[in-house]
């Protein structure tokens, strides 16, 4: 209750200085308008998501001028489309509680109220926080993605793919974390299999976590072997059916739309864009330093390059073949001067052509500490947590910190709750961000010198 009234008062200061549409929502809003006066057969053809978000948009807008008698531009007025985003916030805050308690429910350490400050946190995360205000698809992309993970956890995978394709339909993405989903059932099973495996074999317990090359050679010999199973196959599929029926339905989209971008497809071409991995690992470095960026990560990751010369050497040399072949530069990043990453890009990458090959033992690192982070988790979850951070992040040609919303929040839902002294500090720092961002979106403005619109900074 503290968090949506604090959530309101910032809501009302920045309706009151930026009461018209602002940058997407100059598509956004005119869309759920249209949809509010019955026009669902118009389109903005420079839309590139589906018509999630005015739907679920016009569906409370209605009921609620009904009830309150709202008339005219009021019902679907920008300030009142912004706020259905304001309600997503809300059930966000609340979905991340609910996700926290039952992810880390067997760890009788945590109290409750460190529970309740890792959901403070985590609904304060600056990038998510700051499109609350904004009538974008950011907020209800992550309500229905979360809702459906949860619904996953708890065993109900038919309304955890429903909700799926509500996230699908607010961002055509999103169908990767509906693979996400039936991949915790598929690595659950492995890892129960994994067990029994050991067990007959009456070897000594290893870790299905981590291990030396043997191990992993061994663990993806065991993949082999189940998926080669015909009953193994049969009851995956008979556990995660509606997901599979979920994804079908979205290759049936691809295959007669042409692609899974609707509308302006020329601003958002995919290719294998693999430095967008290294730019997400320092994103989740930066935001989660007091987790992964402490003296004791460093000391381990120090020994692990001591003890493993050779691989890291391979590492380093694959990770520069990627950068110097599959490096992608978007033409928004070099032409819009009101996103951070413009400034990310100019300040740091444009300085000097081998800038982005030094960043490569920051990225190994990052890499190292972020694995190292979710080592509670089992081999089988890590790697299908993996797939699906590639096929949301590498096809994009775009730099863009909103795609990096979910599968950020998903990975610090999945590690250890930090410390109280380490929650304070990222709770802290998130606030400072906030501020920070806030007072520059708000009061440094600026216009361009073709335009007489204000500009502002934004993520």
Not at 89 to 98: E, H, R, V
Not at 288 to 297: M, W, Y
Request: charged share 15%; glycine share 4%.
């Amino acid at each position: 209750s503290g968090v949506f009234l604090l959530s309101c008062l910032l809501f009302a200061a920045i309706n009151r200085r930026q009461r018209g549409p602002y940058m997407d929502e100059a598509f956004h809003v005119p869309q759920a308008q249209a949809y509010c006066h019955g026009r669902f057969f118009q389109w903005d053809p420079m839309i590139t998501t589906l018509p999630g978000l005015y739907l679920v948009s016009v569906g409370a807008a209605k009921p609620a001028a009904w009830l309150f008698g709202w008339t005219g531009s009021v019902v679907c007025s920008a300030g009142m489309l912004r706020f259905i985003n304001l309600l997503f916030s809300a059930g966000n805050f609340y979905l991340l509680y609910l996700l926290l308690f039952k992810i880390h429910q067997k760890n009788k350490a945590v109290s409750g109220f460190q529970r309740i400050l890792s959901t403070l946190t985590l609904a304060m995360f600056p990038t998510l926080y700051f499109f609350t205000f904004l009538y974008y698809t950011d907020p209800g992309s992550v309500f229905f993605t979360l809702f459906a993970y949860l619904m996953c956890l708890y065993g109900n995978h038919k309304t955890s793919a429903l909700l799926g394709f509500c996230g699908f339909m607010f961002r055509q993405t999103n169908i990767v974390w509906t693979v996400f989903c039936a991949g915790n059932v598929v690595a659950e099973k492995l890892n129960e299999a994994w067990k029994t495996e050991l067990q007959k074999k009456k070897e000594e317990k290893i870790s299905s976590r981590k291990g030396s090359f043997s191990d992993l050679v061994r663990i993806v010999q065991f993949l082999i072997d189940y998926l080669m199973s015909p009953k193994n196959v049969v009851t995956l599929t008979a556990l995660t059916w509606p997901y599979i029926v979920l994804v079908t339905v979205f290759f049936g989209f691809v295959f007669i739309n042409g692609g899974i971008v609707v509308g302006d497809r020329s601003s958002h071409e995919a290719c294998l864009h693999f430095p967008q991995l290294f730019y997400f690992l320092s994103f989740t470095v930066f935001f989660s330093f007091p987790n992964l960026l402490t003296p004791t990560k460093i000391r381990k990751f120090v020994l692990s390059l001591r003890k493993h010369p050779v691989q890291y050497s391979l590492i380093a040399v694959l990770s520069l073949f990627l950068i110097w072949k599959f490096t992608y530069v978007h033409k928004y990043l070099l032409a819009d001067n009101r996103h951070y990453t413009f400034y990310v890009w100019r300040k740091v990458f444009q300085r000097h052509e081998l800038v982005k090959y030094v960043l490569v033992p920051v990225y190994i690192f990052a890499g190292w500490s972020f694995v190292d982070s979710l080592k509670s988790k089992s081999i089988f979850w890590i790697l299908m947590y993996l797939v699906c951070l590639l096929a949301v992040t590498v096809p994009q040609k775009l730099l863009e910190f909103r795609y990096f919303i979910l599968p950020f929040l998903i990975y610090r839902l999945n590690i250890p709750i930090p410390s109280l002294y380490r929650q304070l500090l990222e709770l802290a720092f998130y606030i400072l961000v906030n501020i920070v961002t806030f007072y520059l979106f708000l009061n440094r403005t600026f216009q361009w010198p073709n335009s007489d619109e204000i500009q502002r900074f934004m993520w």
